[in-house]
């Protein structure tokens, strides 16, 4: 399995972004049943988890997350994304797409005026 995430930028405070992770070696099956997330790293603080969606399509997001990001997927593209909303300063870091125990390689946030 390999993770190619992208769709991170500069944006000003308010912005919006799209992070897309596609997701290469699952077959569909593998694909639906097992949770898939967004995690980010800001510098000097631990990787955290943003939002995932687990088996059976439920959605989780951390408390800082809600009602301004959404995580969707595309089985038949076989990827998940990520639509941030309403970006502040704070939410600059690496965003790392997983599944599986396997990491994409990351793909940076930045939001500043």
């Known amino acids: 399995v390999q993770l190619q995430a992208s769709g991170g930028g500069s944006v000003q405070p308010g912005g919006s972004l799209r992070l897309s992770c596609r997701i290469s070696g699952s077959i569909l099956s593998v694909f639906t049943a097992n949770s898939m997330g967004w995690y980010r790293q800001a510098p000097g603080k631990e990787r955290e988890l943003v939002a995932r969606?687990?088996?059976?399509?439920?959605?989780e997001y951390a408390e800082f997350a809600k009602d301004r990001f959404a995580i969707s997927r595309d089985n038949a593209k076989r990827t998940v994304n990520l639509q941030m909303n309403n970006l502040k300063p704070e939410d600059t870091a690496v965003y790392y797409c997983h599944f599986l125990n396997v990491w994409g390689q990351g793909t940076q946030v930045t939001v500043s005026s």
């Open positions: 969606i687990i088996s059976g399509g439920t959605t």
